[in-house]
């Protein structure tokens, strides 16, 4: 029996021509940046496109937060970014944009408690918020192929942010059981929707299993729970863990430590971040924003 010849594969022949083109440092033209250097390094230059991230933490770790200004920052590289929110409306969740970007609190936003300085610096940030690639959308919808219909009409999606995995619908076609094996479904469509739309897809989520009472209250990846789901079906797991949330004088107030709990084609380990809860902003410890 002759021995097989193996035909060349289109799929083949192009990652390679991409190899041979790339220059040392260059990202490849799958890779979306999270604009935080550190996460980025970690990460092999930053998001994938066609992969499943799953963000969580506990209750007032800042998850939304994190997400929306990961959102932020893509969308001012000119790639464009889709928000379907399942908490907030647009006009809040601009609200929100705002206060980062401009470093004020919401409340002394909602309240015009401003002095000029600040009243400056919304103005700055609202210029550069302004015709930014970045769309909001409502994530309440019969079901889950209802809901992202409405990315039909965006073209060139580089990121999508889904605010969060515990409000997606379930699948018009699937069975309906416990919350578990539902939200099981919605994960496994969840990555079907980032091949088919060749996107990285970005999704907050709560962390069912979580016990802060523990003696490391780090989360980690089976407190994600859902039968084990997110272990099988997301590329990147990330996981927020502030300590001065469990252990009061303990830990330098506003330190965050990012963990990246699953890599499927990288390390894992925890970049350092640093997070202004007055602002919901988070910046990078090693490289901080100016």
Not at 15 to 40: A, E, I, N, Y
Not at 183 to 189: D, F, G, I, S, T
Not at 224 to 248: S, T, W
Request: no cysteine; charged share 30%; glycine share 10%.
């Amino acid at each position: 029996m002759s021995p097989r010849r193996f035909e060349k594969r289109p799929s083949l022949e192009a990652l390679v021509h991409r190899v041979d083109r790339q220059r040392p440092g260059d990202l490849g033209g799958d890779t979306v940046p999270t604009g935080f250097p550190s996460v980025d390094k970690l990460l092999g230059g930053g998001l994938r496109r066609r992969d499943l991230i799953m963000l969580g933490g506990d209750v007032g770790a800042g998850k939304s937060a994190l997400a929306l200004g990961i959102a932020l920052r893509v969308a001012q590289q000119e790639l464009p970014v889709a928000l379907l929110s399942g908490e907030m409306e647009e006009e809040r969740l601009m609200e929100r944009a705002l206060a980062i970007e401009g470093r004020v609190a919401v409340d002394e936003l909602r309240a015009a408690k401003m002095n000029d300085q600040m009243r400056a610096g919304i103005g700055a940030a609202a210029v550069r918020l302004r015709g930014l690639p970045l769309t909001i959308l409502p994530l309440a919808a019969p079901d889950l192929e209802t809901a992202f219909e409405r990315l039909a009409p965006l073209r060139d999606l580089a990121l999508v942010l889904v605010d969060y995995l515990q409000l997606v619908p379930a699948p018009a076609s699937g069975a309906r059981g416990p919350q578990d094996e539902e939200l099981a479904q919605v994960l496994r469509r969840l990555k079907a929707v980032a091949l088919e739309r060749q996107v990285a897809l970005l999704v907050v989520a709560q962390l069912p299993k979580f016990h802060a009472e523990r003696e490391n209250p780090r989360p980690t990846l089976d407190d994600f729970g859902h039968l084990g789901a997110i272990k099988q079906h997301a590329d990147v797991v990330l996981a927020i863990f502030r300590e001065e949330m469990y252990r009061p004088g303990g830990g330098v107030e506003g330190a965050t430590e990012l963990l990246v709990a699953k890599n499927r084609n990288g390390p894992t380990g925890f970049v350092d971040l640093y997070f202004y809860r007055r602002w919901m902003r988070f910046e990078d410890m090693l490289d901080p924003d100016r």
